[in-house]
């Protein structure tokens, strides 16, 4: 059984995140430990809220360097909503621009649309080479945030893949998902998005061995 650990740092849909996990076949276990969360199969990093507080929340028990160890290793990660915000190099919320993981370049900002939050089920444009959504074109997701990555700038040289990158729309096209190697994340709450966010995640774990 694949084993999982949800990184339990203080902000984050855990529970459901849990839930959702074990509904698609992982052994789950949620907890900071650092020894379990770098040596576990997969680790789902959850955010809700604030970048800035996110941040804040990951550096105080070290889950910034966890993060950077399990990639440098290929080991996978999981980012979720906030947890994928973190990811790039920066977040402005209201004129504070705090500093990101920075695993990828770029800038999180506030969605260019007349109504926010962007909340509710939305459909998206996976990448025609997506592990994630095999099986799940067309399916509709569930969206509650404000801000996103509204572009990619990574270039990616042979013989590394090209990252696989999935969109979406409100008031403008935003990042939905990135695959790039080990490194995985979702604007969307798959926990929360019925039986097409098991079935993702379910791809996901699927991943983890090949």
């Not at 993060?67 to 919320?93: K, N």
Request: aromatic residues 8%; proline residues 7%.
């Amino acid at each position: 059984m694949t084993s999982v650990v949800v990184f339990d740092y203080g902000t984050g849909n855990v529970h459901s995140a849990v839930k959702a996990l074990e509904l698609a076949g992982a052994d789950v276990t949620l907890t900071r430990d650092r020894k379990q969360a770098l040596e576990a199969d997969g680790l789902v990093v959850p955010g809700v809220g604030a970048f800035s507080a996110v941040m804040d929340a990951l550096r105080e028990v070290r889950g910034d360097e966890i993060i950077d160890r399990r990639i440098a290793g290929s080991r996978p990660v999981l980012g979720i909503c906030v947890g994928m915000q973190v990811l790039f190099e920066h977040g402005v919320e209201r004129g504070v621009d705090t500093e990101g993981l920075g695993e990828w370049p770029g800038t999180v900002t506030q969605l260019r649309a007349p109504v926010l939050p962007h909340m509710g089920w939305n459909t998206v444009t996976p990448d025609p080479d997506s592990v994630l959504f095999r099986g799940l074109e067309g399916e509709r997701f569930y969206f509650v945030h404000s801000y996103a990555a509204q572009e990619w700038t990574l270039e990616v040289m042979p013989p590394f893949p090209k990252p696989r990158l999935t969109w979406a729309e409100h008031g403008g096209p935003f990042l939905a998902a990135v695959e790039n190697g080990p490194l995985v994340a979702t604007q969307f709450h798959p926990e929360k998005s019925g039986e097409a966010g098991i079935r993702l995640l379910s791809n996901w774990l699927g991943s983890l061995h090949d």
